[in-house]
């Protein structure tokens, strides 16, 4: 099976920690190894090497290259020049395969999203090929909301399409941006509502055909692209039309908008580890509800993270925070304020200390 | 001027910075050079580089030595073999003095306390060297309290015995142990009482008269030393005889006890910098409360204390903490909790983590 794995994030959530040339998904977050890699390993029997390709930025392809080291080869690591957001993203990669490959399903996943079992996820992609594979359908995976997040989009579901053993796919009612917390309990509540995963299946006719219909102005893009192709190393012809590709996401760009979108009820378990916060999803925390990675020494400390390197944190009398030892930087956060991580790399940069961003 | 300088803490309350061999006094707290340094250069006009001995444990010798390299001669700085509190360590500076100087007066102060308006201090320094030249006497210097602090022993001043200028040399009532904040608040209230200082002046033949009266043990390891100088090297001699002297306070073993006891009020701003906190007293804080040293950057944080050396800090939602970047090592710490760095160095010395302490 096509795989593509969207790797071009900046991660800047997990500053200190990431950065622009160590982004989120080269960060080994869990202890098993770099989300990345996770994400290569977890395709094991179900994309032969040549057939996973990588999208990554220009800035991030050596770091990736090295990191994936005799699981892609190296001509299928590509670089953006210039960041697009997820449907020129997309639309590239169809390119690409088709040129080698035809028309044949493709998987699309995020490079920095964890999954737990593989078996039940590699089960779910079979079936939703072979759907895809059948008709012409745009196929997305909803995960079933385990509590009101405002952070993510939501699908809701409509009539069931197939159902083949547990699994489930629906026709796709709506597509919902992240809504207030209120809207969110109500999509909880309900039930007939997914989180927006942001992992899809399709042909890559399917999905370039839907390209050209909802967003020409890109499908022109890609033209020219594929046209070049050949003539001119493949930095040089993404060079030159990339940046003229319209920035927007396959969701708000396509899957508003397209027949035939099925949401896929997804078995597995999902997280998309969006924050320091989310760490603790993933590590067990001590009887005070301290999560520790790395050397530390706690004297009256309860419900605090800890993510350290090569350094001991020691932690007296303080709650509720999360410390990182990021080598050149340390970051002191309240819990509940870690999506402002993202002001401390703006601040950074605003102050032109890009070293540290 | 006869000066010896207290030299052998390891101010343990300024872990992470501090360490064994880079104690307090080797610490720069104030930006304006260690605290050793700052107090031998305000000895400039009073005492001759030879006049000044340092008294330091032989762990920290090397470190102190190449602090004060062309400050104070290298046989003038003395390392103890183990620590024995200050009685033993001026006992022995008085022997090693009077053996060249014969019966002189004698400054004693310590090296990690800091100092303002040098001319004041100089002003009372002589004015004490003159009291004590004319009778024996033991002189403290007492230093008036801005606040009921528990963490100094506080003196009862008797009848004026001097007065000179705006000087004043009171008689000694009593010597007062470190007391809780209630009496603390009735002796600031009171007006005459003063915060213990551990800042001295007496001739070498008054200070070694009333160890022999009140310390007799300890004026047998110090007779078996001074008869011993000039067999062999210092080290072997205080290897030999330094560990039997007893373990106590020229405070408690002599002052409290002795004939003679004045205390003279310091006009001069004295500050003993000791906890994290009293960074606060030499620092200026920013409009938020915040005292930084150090790269930094802020987001919605109050009322912190951030000290770095290489090290960007960022501080986001978090108020109230002391942030301190030890290098290979981090610590957070609520501010009224800094007494208790002490407990996460127990805990890394119980740990056999010694690299880190």
Redesign the interface.
């Known amino acids: 099976m096509l795989t593509v794995v969207m790797a071009g994030g900046i991660g800047e959530r997990f500053?200190?920690q990431s950065r622009r040339k160590r982004p989120k998904q080269l960060l080994d977050l869990t202890g098993r190894g770099s989300m990345i890699r996770l994400t290569i390993g977890r395709l094991a029997g179900l994309s032969e090497p040549e057939e996973i390709f990588v999208v990554t930025n220009v800035e991030q392809r050596g770091p990736i290259l090295q990191e994936l080291s005799g699981m892609v080869p190296a001509e299928n690591i590509i670089g953006e020049p210039v960041g697009r957001n997820t449907a020129p993203c997309i639309g590239l990669s169809a390119v690409l395969l088709s040129r080698t490959y035809g028309n044949r399903p493709m998987l699309v996943l995020a490079a920095d999203h964890l999954i737990d079992r593989v078996q039940v996820f590699q089960q779910s992609v079979r079936i939703g090929e072979s759907y895809v594979t059948e008709r012409p359908a745009l196929l997305t995976f909803g995960v079933k909301p385990t509590r009101a997040e405002t952070g993510y989009g939501y699908i809701e579901a409509g009539e069931i399409v197939r159902e083949q053993g547990s699994a489930r796919i629906h026709r796709a009612k709506a597509f919902l941006e992240k809504p207030d917390v209120e809207r969110a309990r109500e999509f909880v509540e309900n039930g007939n509502y997914y989180w927006n995963s942001g992992m899809f299946m399709w042909t890559t006719e399917t999905i370039l055909g839907a390209i050209s219909t909802h967003l020409p102005e890109l499908s022109r893009v890609l033209t020219a692209i594929d046209g070049e192709i050949g003539t001119r190393p493949l930095d040089e012809v993404l060079k030159a039309w990339y940046p003229q590709a319209p920035s927007i996401s396959v969701d708000y760009g396509v899957m508003e908008k397209a027949d035939g979108v099925v949401v896929m009820r997804a078995e597995f378990d999902w997280n998309d580890v969006g924050s320091w916060e989310s760490i603790r999803d993933v590590h067990p925390a001590d009887a005070r509800g301290n999560v520790c990675i790395g050397n530390h020494?706690l004297?009256?400390a309860a419900d605090n993270t800890i993510v350290?390197r090569?350094?001991?944190?020691?932690?007296?009398?303080?709650d509720q925070?999360v410390?990182v030892?990021g080598g050149?930087?340390?970051?002191?956060?309240?819990r509940?304020?870690?999506q402002?991580?993202k002001?401390?790399v703006k601040?950074?940069r605003d102050r032109n200390?890009d070293e540290?961003v």
Chains 1, 2 share one sequence.
């Open positions: 500053w200190p020494v004297i009256d350290s090569d350094r001991t944190v020691a932690i007296v009398g303080v925070v410390v030892d050149d930087t340390i970051l002191v956060c309240r509940d304020r870690v402002d991580v002001k401390v601040t950074l200390r540290l």
